[in-house]
């Protein structure tokens, strides 16, 4: 399976959203429309904080969410890159996760990929094992995640394999191998999968693919079948 | 002082009137609906249940306004025909439409009001 392959299965997937909000929550819906989803805005006088969106999944109701949480990822993810604390988890951003899973996403930038992939690092910090690859196209790239990696490293049992084209010689950090990568399979594709040491509950991937006028189309799931594959696919390319 | 100079007063509401209103616009769904449909006109009985879920969900309600499907039984078998009864919506059962009537002009205040104070109560933040 390429990442073609896999982001083509989601193409055709009926996802609506329908955001009810006060006028000025009119961007999130145009927002969500440059993702590529089918979406509406419907004028309701509530304030900014109770606005929300209601997702319906091939027509049947699938999700509501406060639009707060849709609205700081797709306006403003927050991006701490050279943050080495503690990871911590926010239950609006979780559920923002989770009501865009499995949905193909037209045009996410670096940032949103970067905030996504910082709650799923986050999810396998707390799980604490289990397998954690993560493609950042080239190990440069990486470079700037590094001291997240030491952290998530040192204070947990994950395996984490981290994979880029060749272009930068990390250091070497206990708990993390690196896979420079000499086949191009990998090369326009931003990864992350993590098996939660199998538990079906807690595995999660992302997975998105640079697209020739800038921006990456992706889609993140937590389908534990589709992590696997996902998860072999990546083995795949380095053997 | 010429009384015809006097603003215009809306006529008054009899009292049964008022029970009647304010009955109906006890329940919050209902007020929701009410909020929607001075919106929007009207709406069928799907895009209804989105909002009183979405709507209770991000004030923080129960689960009881949060599960999609019993919202929809109690719209469609209580709040709705609650609404139709009192004169303010009219309720196209089998249609699944629902749609605001024309109000009087004191029967519209009224529910403005409540609706009003209602978003301004939950909705402070704004």
Redesign the interface.
């Known amino acids: 399976m390429t990442v073609r392959t896999l982001l083509r299965r989601f193409e055709d997937s009926d996802v609506a959203i329908?955001v009810?909000g006060?006028p000025a929550t009119k961007t999130v819906g145009e927002r969500l429309t440059t993702q590529g989803i089918d979406a509406t805005w419907?004028?309701?006088?509530?304030?900014?904080?109770?606005?929300?969106?209601?997702i319906r999944r091939d027509g049947v109701?699938a999700e509501?969410v406060?639009?707060t949480a849709l609205q700081s990822f797709l306006c403003k993810p927050m991006v701490d890159s050279d943050d080495s604390g503690t990871p911590d988890s926010d239950p609006g951003r979780q559920l923002l996760r989770s009501a865009l899973a499995n949905t193909l996403l037209s045009s996410l930038t670096p940032a949103q990929l970067l905030a996504t992939s910082h709650e799923f690092e986050d999810r396998a910090y707390r799980v604490g094992e289990g397998t954690l690859r993560v493609g950042f196209q080239s190990l440069s790239i990486f470079r700037s995640q590094h001291a997240r990696y030491e952290t998530l490293a040192s204070d947990t049992d994950l395996d984490i394999h981290v994979y880029g084209r060749d272009d930068w010689e990390p250091p070497a950090i206990p708990g993390i191998s690196f896979h420079p990568l000499t086949d191009t399979t990998l090369e326009q594709v931003w990864l992350l999968a993590f098996d939660a040491a199998g538990d079906d509950q807690s595995k999660c991937a992302l997975v998105a693919e640079e697209t020739e006028d800038g921006p990456f189309r992706g889609v993140w799931t937590y389908n534990p079948r589709l992590v696997d594959e996902i998860m072999a696919a990546v083995v795949a390319v380095d053997e | 002082m010429d009384q015809h100079e006097q603003p215009v007063e809306t006529p008054g509401l009899s009292s049964e009137r008022l029970d009647t209103l304010l009955r109906v616009l006890a329940a919050e769904p209902r007020r929701m609906i009410y909020?929607?449909l001075a919106?929007?006109d009207s709406a069928s009985i799907?895009e209804l249940?989105?909002?009183v879920?979405?709507?209770s969900?991000?004030?923080g309600r129960d689960t009881d306004t949060?599960n999609?499907d019993d919202t929809r039984t109690a719209l469609h078998h209580r709040h709705l025909p609650v609404l139709d009864n009192a004169g303010v919506i009219s309720y196209d059962a089998a249609q699944r439409t629902a749609t605001l009537v024309s109000l009087s002009p004191s029967t519209a205040e009224v529910l403005a009001t409540i609706a009003d104070l209602d978003?301004a109560e939950?909705?402070?933040?704004?």
Not at chain 2, 122 to 126: C, G, L, R, S, W
């Open positions: 329908t009810y006060p419907r004028k309701l006088p509530t304030g900014h904080q109770n606005a929300f969106a209601v109701f509501a406060p639009l | 909020t929607y919106e929007h799907s249940t989105d909002v879920v979405g709507w969900s991000a004030r949060c999609w978003t939950t909705d402070h933040e704004d």
